[in-house]
């Protein structure tokens, strides 16, 4: 099972990942520190990491669009 986390800060982007994760039943950690996304060099949020790939909000939204539903 791949580890998945979404560094966010809630903004709308952020919000529209977190909502399609939960709809297709992708198990995910949801990361708020923002401090943590300075010391990690992120210029913009949402960044989803699966399993150490970094993406940004286009390149997570179509990660998601291409997984099976697991629910």
Do not use: H
Request: charged share 25%.
């Amino acid at each position: 099972m791949s580890k998945i986390i979404l560094y966010s800060t809630g903004c709308p982007s952020c919000n529209v990942l977190k909502k399609k994760l939960t709809a297709k039943g992708i198990q995910f950690e949801e990361n708020n520190d923002q401090e943590l996304m300075r010391s990690m060099n992120f210029i913009r949020v949402p960044v989803l990491d699966v399993d150490g790939n970094q993406m940004d909000f286009a390149a997570a939204n179509k990660w998601i669009n291409e997984q099976e539903s697991v629910q």
